[in-house]
């Protein structure tokens, strides 16, 4: 009724200053193009953040206005604190209970030998993270929205069913780090069901900081990392680890037949499926002009800084970790047996209590790695799903199916495995390769995606860096591709089990040739146009 009125009001004053009005308030769409407004308030709607929740990054010097396009502001320290979050968030997963339990049967199986591994294992995981942030900057999407409007329907559901996959078992594994480090601070009066338990209603209480802020969320995880480092940084100074051994370890490459399964677990712990999605999504919680190419690279830049301090950070966790157990087990009888569940007490065993008994500093430092890993697979469990189907559903709702696709099979686990050591080492072995079999369907997406022009614009990356990413992701996924064919030679019997295993294999390798060679198509400039509407760069 009010368009009829305002095509039927003879003042033309008011028509138009009603019109100028609209076309302030409303984007411009031409009559064709109303279905592609819908989905472009949809997409709105499920966006990584808000524009409201994200936080402003402003100069002091007031010149933001009157910069060219191209003009990269100088270094501040200011802006860098502005810009630290994201990274730290993205390193819980070099911090889990799943690399933790990497961390100490490398140490007490191969010694100081797979310092220098982990160490070039964290700097290729700073690539690929750093490739997923580029992604997330350059094109105001993150990895999941690309992947949906990139891939047909078909391949994106694929894609979306494997990254579930990926993020439950990970999931799994945190959430039992955590009820084991609950059952060791309560003294075994807890048992493991009810740490799961505490583990999911806790993750929801942290989340709800998200209310209060992005900030509040990242403080919260940034004194998670320090009670890590403080706990573990403790354990090393109490167990006093060689000194001279631990440089030899990292500067002296070094690797025997006999530790190439923990070598293995190293490298394929550093790449997780789903972090590859989550830190994409986690850069746009800054808002920054995407108008402006200087502006763009400048994000990048500070990214960059701050997920390599981050990264570090995680690499010191992870030293400290490997070489206590280095100093305390390798060699001895218990080197083959330790895991997650034994290793406090073993701990315990070899070094007593002093003023606190080492048992509660391993379980503290546990507990906050797999309280915070926990919340930031619900995290990135929200942006998978609403990214790749298209969800508008209330960012509450969303952490709550994605927790209870995690939390309905940890409890039977906890339920089933409660009592038993052994079986559950030989879970976490098959959620190890679960997870394994999932890193080429997040690492190929993301290769393609940011060398595409189409995509990226002018922030695509070089072909000499294309090729470099490429040899650290085939890299990657041969060395799990070992992991996967050692442990079905070792686990898979009979011939119907070896005929499901086959035909599985047969379609596996299927699906990675199909998205390695897929190139440039009618989606992939569809996609542009789509980009180009929020980043001028993209697809130029």
Not at 90 to 105: R, T, Y
Not at 244 to 258: A, E, F, V
Not at 340 to 368: C, D, R, S, T
Request: net charge neutral.
């Amino acid at each position: 009724m009010n368009s009829q009125s305002g095509e039927e009001d003879p003042r033309e004053g008011n028509k138009n200053i009603k019109q100028d009005e609209s076309s302030r308030l409303l984007p411009s769409t031409p009559t064709s193009q109303s279905s592609a407004t819908t989905t472009t308030g949809e997409e709105e709607e499920e966006a990584a953040f808000e524009a409201r929740e994200k936080i402003l990054i402003v100069d002091a010097d007031g010149h933001h206005s009157t910069e060219s396009i191209d003009y990269v502001p100088p270094f501040s320290w200011k802006k860098l604190w502005l810009f630290t979050g994201p990274g730290f968030l993205m390193s819980i997963a070099f911090l889990d209970p799943g690399n933790l339990e990497g961390d100490l049967q490398a140490g007490a199986i191969a010694g100081y030998k797979l310092l220098w591994l982990l160490m070039w294992a964290t700097v290729m995981g700073l690539l690929i993270q750093m490739l997923s942030a580029r992604v997330g900057v350059a094109t105001g999407k993150h990895l999941a929205e690309l992947c949906r409007e990139e891939y047909p329907n078909w391949a994106r559901l694929i894609l979306w069913f494997m990254a579930e996959v990926a993020l439950i078992g990970a999931d799994i594994q945190e959430v039992i780090g955590s009820a084991i480090a609950i059952h060791i601070l309560s003294n075994g009066f807890l048992p493991l069901w009810a740490g799961v338990v505490i583990t999911a209603l806790d993750c929801f209480m942290f989340l709800f900081l998200e209310n209060y802020g992005v900030r509040k969320l990242e403080a919260a995880f940034a004194v998670l990392i320090a009670t890590m480092a403080i706990s573990f940084a403790w354990m090393f100074a109490d167990t006093k680890p060689s000194g001279k051994q631990l440089i030899m370890g990292i500067l002296i490459p070094r690797l025997s037949s006999k530790t190439i399964r923990q070598a293995v677990g190293v490298v394929g712990c550093v790449i997780m499926p789903h972090n590859v999605f989550l830190h994409s999504a986690l850069v746009q919680s800054r808002k920054i002009d995407p108008q402006k190419k200087g502006r763009v690279q400048e994000a990048l830049n500070y990214y960059l800084i701050e997920s390599s301090i981050a990264l570090f950070i995680s690499f010191m966790i992870n030293l400290f970790v490997t070489t206590v157990f280095a100093k305390g087990f390798y060699g001895t009888k218990q080197a083959n047996s330790i895991g997650l569940v034994n290793a406090g007490q073993y701990l315990q065993e070899k070094y007593g209590g002093g003023h606190f008994p080492i048992l509660y500093i391993w379980g503290i430092g546990l507990l906050a790695a797999g309280q915070s890993s926990t919340i930031t697979g619900t995290y990135a469990g929200q942006f998978i799903m609403g990214g790749f189907l298209n969800l508008r559903l209330k960012k509450w709702l969303r952490a709550l199916i994605t927790r209870s696709f995690a939390i309905v099979p940890t409890m039977i686990v906890a339920l089933v495995f409660n009592k038993s050591e052994a079986s559950l080492d030989i879970l976490n072995e098959w959620l190890n390769v679960l997870q394994s079999i999932q890193i080429p369907f997040a690492l190929i997406p993301l290769l393609t995606l940011v060398a595409k022009e189409q995509v990226m614009g002018s922030f695509k990356i070089t072909p000499i860096f294309e090729r470099l990413a490429w040899t650290v992701a085939i890299l990657v996924m041969l060395i799990n591709g070992y992991l996967l064919l050692d442990f079905f030679i070792s686990e898979v019997k009979g011939l119907l089990f070896g005929f499901l295993a086959c035909t599985g294999t047969v379609a596996y390798v299927s699906f990675i040739i199909y998205l390695v060679s897929h190139g440039t198509t009618v989606s992939s400039t569809w996609l542009s146009l789509e980009l180009s509407k929020r980043n001028p760069y993209a697809g130029n």
